[in-house]
T-cell receptor, first 114, second 113 residues
């Protein structure tokens, strides 16, 4: 049973560039959530996708956008990168029930902005 | 808004010691509560969860009880091992986990042999 996978594992970008991160959910899951984890901090919720729509969004600027594909995989896009965007980006997947759900996390993509 | 407060780390214990990591929360409704663990260089793994008041989550010798009256979800283990060294995150989610998770800042646990 494949778990949540993310690519790439590491990425280095410069300020002002754009980046795309990818996530494949755990088999049987249809919902994908993205989180940003700064060094030494807990993860912060960015947004969640279900049925190819953004279902919920945390307190992140519009520079952060996403997409979900028909196979439930997802992308996180960040435009106009800032030094402060350097972090571990975590993807989590779950099965939508509307009642009780558990999110399972991937290993993350570590982004360094120079 | 929702928030989670955990005890500051690092917490350093000797092998076989008793562990408690405190976690309290603020939420508008009746959230589900979670403990996740993060080993060095890895993502988060679900350790245990509880979905309603007085529920006890347990896994791998770890336990936590959902205390609505004290808005707490403290993590405990009777005898820790070196392999338990990791960062532990308390988290909550409204709507039974369907919403985005709100995490605490994490507690770094170091177990010495």
């Amino acid at each position: 049973d494949a778990g949540v996978t993310q690519s790439p594992t590491h990425l280095i970008k410069t300020r002002g560039q754009q980046v795309t991160l990818r996530c494949s959910p755990k088999s049987g899951h249809d919902t994908v959530s993205w989180y940003q984890q700064a060094l030494g901090q807990g993860p912060q919720f960015i947004f969640q996708y279900y049925e190819e729509e953004e279902r919920q969004r945390g307190n992140f600027p519009d520079r952060f956008s996403g997409h979900q594909f028909p196979n439930y995989s997802s992308e996180l896009n960040v435009n106009a990168l800032l030094l402060g965007d350097s972090a571990l980006y975590l993807c989590a997947s779950s099965l939508f029930t509307g009642v009780q759900e558990t999110q399972y996390f991937g290993p993350g993509t570590r982004l360094l902005v120079l | 808004g929702d928030s989670v407060t955990q005890m500051e780390g690092p917490v350093t214990l000797s092998e076989e010691a008793f562990l408690t990591i405190n976690c309290t929360y603020t939420a508008t409704g009746y959230p589900s509560l979670f403990w996740y663990v993060q080993y060095p260089g890895e993502g988060l793994q679900l350790l245990l969860k509880a979905t309603k008041a007085d529920d006890k989550g347990s896994n791998k010798g770890f336990e936590a009880t959902y205390r609505k009256e004290t808005t707490s979800f403290h993590l405990e283990k009777g005898s820790v091992q070196v392999s338990d060294s990791a960062v532990y995150f308390c988290a909550l989610s409204d709507r039974g986990g369907a919403d985005g998770l709100t995490f605490g800042k994490g507690t770094h646990l170091i177990i010495q042999p």
